[in-house]
C-alpha cells in the first residue's frame, strides 16, 4: 500500500470501537470515512468524520474496517457482488463478527488480484479449518479472534469482569450488560 497519508480509510460501524479505530487511523494521516445504519449520509460525525453511504464507502476507500453487529442485515455486508465496488489495492479489516464479511469471496478476490490484502480476526467457523481458502490466499493476514490483545487490555477484560460481578452482588446493573432486563425487580 505505501504512504497512508492522503489515502482513505472506510470504518463501518461507528460503535465505541469503530469511532477509536477512526481516531487511530485519522492519527496515522488517513482521511476517514464511516458508515453506519444509524447515521445519516451527508453529515459528520462529532469525531469529524464524513458520513456516506455504504457503496460509496466501498468505492473511496484505501482500506474498509468493520466494526458492526452481525444481525440478518449485516450478514455478509460485503460479499461477493459488492467486492467489485473496492478499489483493486484495498485492504478489508474484519474485527467485528465473522459471518459479517463472505471470507470465500475475500479469498476469491485475494486470488484474482482484486484486492490488495485482508487482515481477518474473526471466521464464521472458529477455529478456521485449515482447508479454507482464506488459508491459502495471498496476502492474508489472519489471527485467532484475538487481535485485541495486549497486556493492558488482558488486565482491563479482568477488571471489567470483576467489576461486573461486584456490581452485581451490591444490587447494581453491569455498565456493560447486555440484558438488563434481567434485573427487573418484578421479573424475579
Not at 453506519?36 to 468524520?49: A, D, F, K, Q
Not at 495471498?138 to 488486565?155: F, Q
Not at 444490587?171 to 440484558?179: A, E, K, T, W
Amino acid at each position: 500500500m505505501g504512504q497512508v497519508y492522503g489515502r482513505t480509510f472506510g470504518v463501518v460501524g461507528m460503535g465505541d470501537i469503530g469511532r477509536a479505530v477512526a481516531r487511530k487511523a485519522r492519527g496515522l494521516g488517513f482521511e476517514v470515512i464511516c458508515w453506519s445504519h444509524s447515521l445519516v449520509p451527508g453529515r459528520r460525525t462529532p469525531e469529524g468524520c464524513e458520513v456516506v453511504s455504504y457503496d460509496e464507502l466501498l468505492k473511496r476507500a484505501d482500506v474498509v474496517s468493520f466494526h458492526t453487529a452481525l444481525v440478518p442485515a449485516t450478514h455478509h455486508l460485503l460479499n461477493a457482488t459488492n467486492i467489485e465496488l473496492l478499489k483493486p489495492g484495498c485492504i478489508v479489516i474484519n474485527t467485528s463478527r465473522g459471518a459479517v464479511v463472505d471470507t470465500a469471496a475475500v479469498a476469491a478476490a485475494l486470488e484474482a488480484g482484486a484486492l490488495w490484502g485482508a487482515g481477518i480476526d474473526v471466521f464464521e467457523e472458529e477455529p478456521l479449518p485449515a482447508d479454507d481458502s482464506l488459508v491459502k490466499a495471498p496476502h492474508a493476514l489472519l489471527t485467532p479472534h484475538a487481535a485485541y490483545w495486549s497486556e493492558e487490555s488482558g488486565r482491563e477484560l479482568r477488571e471489567r469482569a470483576m467489576q461486573a460481578a461486584i456490581d452485581v452482588v451490591q444490587g447494581r446493573i453491569p455498565v456493560d450488560c447486555l440484558n438488563p432486563c434481567v434485573f427487573d425487580s418484578s421479573a424475579r
